[in-house]
């Protein structure tokens, strides 16, 4: 076991776990900040998908001790209303069906927008390649993305 500091939305967060662990499991089991979904445990679905500083990863295959001192946001974390652009995108075209996979959607697509905030339909769907959503509500979900690149571009 090892003491870490996570800094987790914003705030510092000490666990004591073994280094190898993934850190989807610190997130779920040690802190409780279940939002992080676990689909597969190969790195394939996208469920688990967190941003690490800027860029979305997917936190099942990333062990604790690789983070180092970079900032881990969860999908508790985007917005403290839930109403960032992307989530409330997901509402106005009611993409969710089961919604097992959506905090990994909405967290891929999220940093989409950071690093590209007027994507076209083929740099949306090369960006989302490899977030499965078993209920296939893909059309809804790039048609979502487009949305919240009009509110991004506004502000």
């Known amino acids: 076991m090892a003491l870490f500091n996570l800094k987790i939305n914003g705030k510092t967060q000490q666990v004591d776990v073994d280094p190898a662990t993934p850190l989807l499991w610190v997130l779920r089991d040690h802190l409780n900040l279940v939002g992080t979904k676990y689909g597969c445990g190969i790195a394939q679905c996208g469920a688990c998908t967190i941003h690490l500083g800027e860029i979305a990863m997917r936190s099942c295959q990333i062990p604790v001790s690789a983070v180092g001192e970079q900032a881990i946001t969860t999908i ?9 652009p992307v989530q409330q995108a997901w509402l106005e075209h009611d993409v969710a069906q089961c919604g097992y996979c959506q905090a990994g959607q909405i967290m891929n697509a999220s940093a989409l927008l950071k690093s590209n905030p007027n994507p076209n339909d083929a740099e949306i769907e090369s960006a989302m390649n490899g977030n499965i959503c078993r209920c296939a509500t893909y059309l809804r979900i790039k048609a979502a993305i487009k949305t919240a690149a009009k509110s991004v571009a506004k502000s």
Request: zero cysteines.
């Open 76 to 84: 508790e974390g985007l917005s403290e209303k839930g109403d960032h």
